[in-house]
């Protein structure tokens, strides 16, 4: 009698266990397939529009590619560069990204053909220590790319060691993307294309009044993985013989301390390296739509001003 009722409680333990199962692969499934399926969907959505990532990470065929920050965004007219060189220009810069969604974007224009030019115009943040905010946490525009190139792969696989996990899932590229995505859709355009990469800062209302001239905080401590990845870049453009110049470019300061880490890598792997943050050329208040960004009569000048140095300096011979 007591084994009888062991074996019905073992196999009711037993049913209730596969039951269990057989629920849990279920739910397994069910989560697998929204996933896809909201992954599919957004995908699909998000790759519609036109986008100036998507170009420059898969289209640009230009003689000279421009990368960096909001800096870089504001203060270069490729139109200027057209004209005074006869040189095709994008630019690539990039509201509030560093060294990493540089490297990413150039290492992937590389693969596919040989510019004839890079101006790389760099921040503190492109080479300092930062906080999170400015260091990994925004190559989240990247996700989408991921599995374009290994160079893509490589820079958010840096982002934390459970990436790769992460990305199994077809919903996680776009979870920190839904408003681009939407207000893409509402406009049907992608609002940071504006002139091949270019679009200039607007006066900000009363900031004109307001601004005073920024003073500069000398160089924060090395980050030595963002310097490696500025080394890559100058690694790559030495092994296609691409040109290439480092530049950082004006801004309403004052009393700038020199860039001393950036110079000295600079100097040591022999790349140009031209410093404007407080040229006397453009230490003009009309010229900035604030203390870090040119408005557009400041950076169709500087845009002339770099064109004519380029020339002067880099294609002497042409």
Not at 215 to 233: P, V
Request: hydrophobic share 40%; aromatic share 14%; net charge positive.
């Amino acid at each position: 009698m007591v084994v009888s009722l062991f074996i019905f409680s073992f196999n009711m333990h037993n049913n209730s266990l596969i039951l269990f199962i057989k629920k849990l692969i279920l739910f397994l499934i069910l989560v697998f397939i929204l996933d896809l399926s909201i992954g599919f969907v957004l995908k699909r959505l998000y790759f519609k529009i036109p986008r100036k990532i998507t170009y420059g990470i898969l289209d640009t065929k230009e003689d000279v590619l421009i990368y960096g920050s909001s800096k870089a965004y504001r203060n270069y007219n490729p139109s200027i560069f057209k004209e005074k060189l006869g040189l095709s220009c994008f630019n690539n810069g990039m509201d509030g990204q560093n060294i990493y969604y540089h490297y990413a974007l150039l290492a992937s224009s590389i693969e596919r053909y040989k510019p004839k030019l890079v101006l790389l115009d760099l921040f503190d943040v492109d080479y300092t220590i930062t906080s999170s905010d400015w260091s990994m946490d925004r190559l989240n525009v990247l996700l989408p790319f991921y599995g374009q190139n290994k160079s893509i792969n490589e820079v958010i696989e840096l982002r934390s060691k459970y990436e790769k996990i992460k990305m199994l899932s077809s919903i996680y590229p776009y979870n920190s993307l839904f408003v681009d995505i939407l207000k893409s859709i509402h406009l049907k355009k992608d609002s940071t294309f504006g002139s091949q990469g270019y679009l200039p800062a607007q006066k900000q209302v009363g900031m004109i009044d307001r601004m005073t001239k920024f003073n500069f905080k000398k160089d924060s401590a090395e980050d030595q993985i963002k310097t490696l990845y500025l080394k890559k870049i100058f690694q790559i453009c030495k092994q296609k013989d691409i040109k290439l110049v480092v530049i950082m470019s004006p801004m309403y300061s004052e009393n700038a301390a020199q860039p001393k880490i950036l110079e000295k890598i600079a100097v040591e792997n022999q790349i140009p390296f031209w410093n404007f943050t407080h040229i006397s050329l453009f230490a003009d208040i009309s010229l900035f739509s604030d203390p870090a960004h040119l408005n557009e009569t400041g950076a169709n000048k500087y845009s002339l001003f770099i064109a004519e140095k380029i020339e002067k300096e880099l294609f002497k011979n042409k």
